[in-house]
Each structure stands twice: as structure tokens, then as C-alpha cells.
């Protein structure tokens, strides 16, 4: 069983929707990471956290320790926020991903 | 200022020949991981460096995977006997150290047919 599991595996959404994304860790952790990758494979970190909430523009992650599980929320989503998101959990010294949400925005 | 750069980007072998893949890391960062990534797949964790020394290299698969980090800057990923199913794209991350956000490399794809 994958330590970190996300889902959707695959979401489609017009613009403009208010879009989520779950992801579910069963370790212990120190931190977890958001991540977009963009094809071609470039990785962007979106967002650290260890509690509570962040938001960056159009984009809110948040955190509940006790349930071991985060949410990414893009709201008036747009094409190109069309890109693959990573849930990562720091875990001691190394971090263990989830397999990713492939989100496509169409116009 | 510039980010983390891994080269080549793309590199296509052999079975059985043996590869080296570069990183260099933001200046100043301590911490330098390396990941790979198969297709469809999350990156999975292979090694994580402190300074020069490999602080936990549990993820490497086998004994035919290497890395060092001689002067605790630029790190090279070794890979003897490639085998076809060690293609994937190798991504190298850095981190002030080890408690902040870690900032990717753009990733080498290897190749072995």
C-alpha cells in the first residue's frame, strides 16, 4: 500500500470550476508538499505545510493532522492550470510522493 | 538567480553500459535529493545528501546505483549495468537544508534499450 495516495487519478474541469484534490498519507509526518509538474516534466513547489491552511492566489491548500489528509483547491480554474499535482509527505529525511492528479482545464 | 540544473537532459543507452547523471544545486543549499520518476508514476525517493555525505540511501533499488557529493555542491548519480527497466527520469531537488521547501531540477530522462 502506497504511504500517500491521492484522488482523483484524473480530473477534467471547465474553466471556471472550483476544483479539488484530496490526498490521504498513513505516516507520520513532518510536512507536506504540493507539487505541479507541468509536461515535460518540470516540478514547482505550490505549497509547504504542517497545519492549518495557505493560500497563494488562486490556489488553498490545507491540512488536518489528526485525519492525515490535505486538500488542494484552485478556484476559476483555467486552462493552464492543466498540469499534474503531487502530493508529497516529508518522511524523516526523504519525501515519499503520491502518484499524482492529472487535471485537464478545458476552455 | 538560477535554479537547480541537471544535465544532460536527455541521455539514451545501452544495456549493460553505465551512465552518469549530473546535478547542480541552488548555491548554498545543504540538503540535494535525487528521485526518480517512470512514467505515469510519483517521483520515488532514491537518495538524500547533507552536505557531502549521503544521509540516507535507502531508496537506491540496488547495488548498481551510486551517488556522490565530493564537495557537498554538485552531486552525480551513477548507474553501472543499465538494465531497460532503469528508464525513467532521474530528478535532483535541493534544499537550504533539510526542514524547507525543496526546489526541482528539470529532470534527465534516461533511456537504455
Known amino acids: 500500500k502506497n504511504e500517500v495516495e491521492q484522488s482523483p487519478q484524473n480530473l477534467t474541469a471547465q474553466e471556471g470550476e472550483f476544483i479539488t484534490i484530496n490526498c490521504s498519507y498513513s505516516v507520520g509526518i513532518s510536512a507536506l508538499h504540493w507539487l505541479q509538474q507541468h509536461p515535460g516534466g518540470g516540478i514547482v513547489s505550490l505549497f509547504m505545510l504542517s497545519s492549518g491552511k495557505k493560500k497563494h492566489g488562486r490556489l488553498i491548500a490545507t491540512i488536518n493532522i489528526q485525519e492525515k489528509h490535505s486538500s488542494l483547491h484552485i478556484t476559476a480554474s483555467h486552462p493552464r492550470d492543466s498540469a499534474v499535482y503531487i502530493c508529497?509527505?516529508?518522511?524523516?529525511?526523504?519525501?515519499?510522493f503520491g502518484a499524482g492528479t492529472r487535471l485537464t482545464v478545458k476552455p | 538567480g538560477a535554479g537547480v540544473s541537471q544535465t544532460p537532459s536527455n541521455k539514451v543507452t545501452e544495456k549493460g553500459k553505465y551512465v552518469e547523471l549530473r546535478c547542480d544545486p541552488i548555491?548554498?543549499?545543504?540538503?540535494l535529493y535525487w528521485y526518480r520518476q517512470s512514467l505515469g508514476q510519483g517521483p520515488e525517493f532514491l537518495i538524500y545528501?547533507?552536505?557531502?555525505?549521503?544521509?540516507?540511501d535507502s531508496g537506491l533499488p540496488n547495488d548498481r546505483f551510486f551517488a556522490v557529493r565530493p564537495e557537498g555542491s554538485v552531486s552525480t548519480l551513477k548507474i553501472q549495468r543499465t538494465e531497460r527497466g532503469d528508464s525513467a527520469v532521474y530528478l535532483c531537488a535541493s534544499s537550504l537544508n533539510s526542514l524547507n521547501e525543496q526546489f526541482f531540477g528539470p529532470g534527465t530522462r534516461l533511456t537504455v534499450l
Open positions: 508529497a509527505v516529508r518522511w524523516y529525511n526523504d519525501m515519499r
Open positions: 548555491s548554498g543549499h545543504t540538503a
Open positions: 545528501f547533507q552536505g557531502t555525505g549521503a544521509a540516507d
